[in-house]
């Protein structure tokens, strides 16, 4: 599965790499640092180098978390995959000549109107970067990684864009209100109490209008997640 990375990166050899191998896996990630990565200074390698180090799986933790990989030490084809993604972007950063005439693959083929009709949600990469963007954006995880990114764009479309930013940045003025025409129920027996619980009562008919309208937002959000006719709605469970 990572053939064709391994080449593109000119691994000595790709065709028999064996992620299963704690020798083989600890000098390719010692090989990935020191000669496509170079995210440590070369002072700095010395414990991801010492391979027969009883600490060196702690040291190769803080390396994933260094180069701000969403994957664990326990997810080593997954983390490797990544590596190697990220690896290729700054080989091909380092050298964007050399590439700049090079056609895509699927140069020829006709863009869906939706993108997310020709991802592959199976490719380790795409995984990586959809659960990047869920962790950043504090979405749960979820087995479908399609529906998971149904989500993130949903988020992006209501919270991220520009007029939604600047909707929910801008200063909302409000009209005044005469406490006299809204009738309290009770008295108190003293004016400035009557007021300040006509004012409490106010603030709580407005928090409830809020909360309305984000359950009336995520409902819109789950039906059109819902009437989607590639959901799969087995993989929704509830409880009894």
């Not at 299963?20 to 010692?30: A, L, M, Y």
């Not at 200074?41 to 990989?69: F, M, S």
């Not at 954006?137 to 930013?165: C, F, G, S, W």
């Amino acid at each position: 599965m990572f053939r064709r990375k391994l080449q593109a990166l000119d691994y000595h050899n790709p065709s028999n790499f064996n992620c299963k191998d704690d020798t083989e896996f600890r000098n390719f990630i010692v090989w990935l640092e020191d000669q496509k990565i170079r995210h440590y200074k070369i002072e700095d390698r010395g414990n991801l180098r010492n391979i027969h180090n009883a600490e060196w799986t702690k040291q190769y933790e803080k390396y994933l978390k260094d180069v701000t990989c969403p994957f664990k030490v326990q997810e080593r084809p997954e983390a490797i995959d990544w590596l190697l993604g990220l690896a290729v972007r700054l080989e091909y950063g380092d050298n964007a000549s050399k590439y700049q005439n090079v056609k895509p693959l699927n140069a020829e083929v006709t863009k869906s109107a939706d993108p997310l009709t020709n991802l592959d949600v199976t490719n380790p990469d795409v995984k990586a970067g959809v659960m990047a963007l869920a962790n950043l954006l504090q979405i749960q995880r979820h087995d479908n990684y399609l529906m998971m990114i149904k989500a993130i764009r949903i988020l992006v479309q209501e919270r991220l864009t520009p007029e939604a930013i600047a909707k929910s940045s801008s200063s909302r003025e409000g009209l005044p209100v005469s406490l006299d025409k809204h009738t309290l129920g009770f008295d108190t027996g003293d004016a400035v109490l009557n007021d300040a619980a006509r004012i409490l009562r106010l603030l709580h008919v407005e928090e409830l209008r809020e909360l309305q309208t984000k359950i009336n937002e995520a409902i819109v959000a789950v039906q059109a997640i819902i009437a989607d006719p590639k959901t799969d709605h087995r993989l929704g469970k509830v409880g009894r």
